[in-house]
């Protein structure tokens, strides 16, 4: 049996969620500007499209909006804008603007997001074993600060958001930042995520092993890859 020796878990669904629902802060930061918009209208397109622009064949890269985070937050708000543009809504540039300005600035926010009730009792799983978990996340600028408000930033490593490295998952640049911060090999790293392509085969393509967290129990099933339901179920070794 071989054991892990550093875990990397995924935030968004996995670790955590936005407490409203994924589009609660373009529908708040609409309304505050006084256009009106509908969850259906921004589902109408995955939010990974918005991402086609910065796309590689290995995944999306955006090294020269990551230099600061001054620079992320104008590529976090012209994102914005075109989710909004997308989805049909109509309004002058000027109200768009600072509808993309206003979510940015809200998604920095800790107050907005919830750990599920597994995150620490897994976590507290995981060190009892002598295992150190890292945060691997396609996230904003302001994770590692976002997860110290919510009580368990002191429980990682260390906490690696796309935002701050220039790559998001699956591109395996990523993941080496996670086995450069955690000091790991491949082979010695599992990764946790509740995508299938961003986080179990964009992990296995960097050499880690990885683990499908499907809460629901409705994903088919895929060969070779571990399902679990739940946090407290990371697997401890494998053979």
Known sequence: MHPPRTVCLDFDRTLGF?????????????????????????AARPLEDAWEQWMTPEGPAHLDASVDEASFRRLREALHRARIRAAGIECDDA???????????LEGEA?????????????????????????????????????????????????????????????????????????????????????????VSGAQAAGLRAVLLDRSGEHPPVEGVTVIRSLVDIPLTWT
């Not at 109200?95 to 600035?105: D, K, N, W």
């Open 95 to 105: 109200t768009l603007g600072r509808i993309g300005a206003r979510v940015a600035a």
């Open 18 to 42: 936005m407490a409203a629902g994924n589009f609660s802060l373009y529908l708040r930061a609409a309304e505050e500007c006084g256009v009106s918009v509908t969850e259906e209208q921004l």
């Open 111 to 199: 107050v907005h997001y919830r750990l599920y009730d597994d995150a620490v009792p897994g976590l507290e799983r995981l060190a009892r074993a002598g295992l150190q978990a890292v945060v691997v996340s396609n996230h904003v600028w302001q994770l590692p600060e976002i997860m110290r408000a919510l009580g368990c930033g002191a429980r990682f490593e260390g906490v690696v958001t796309s935002a701050r490295v220039g790559y998001r998952k699956p591109h395996p640049e990523i993941f080496r930042a996670a086995l450069r911060l955690s000091g790991s090999a491949p082979e010695d790293a599992l990764m946790v995520g509740d995508s299938l392509s961003a986080d």
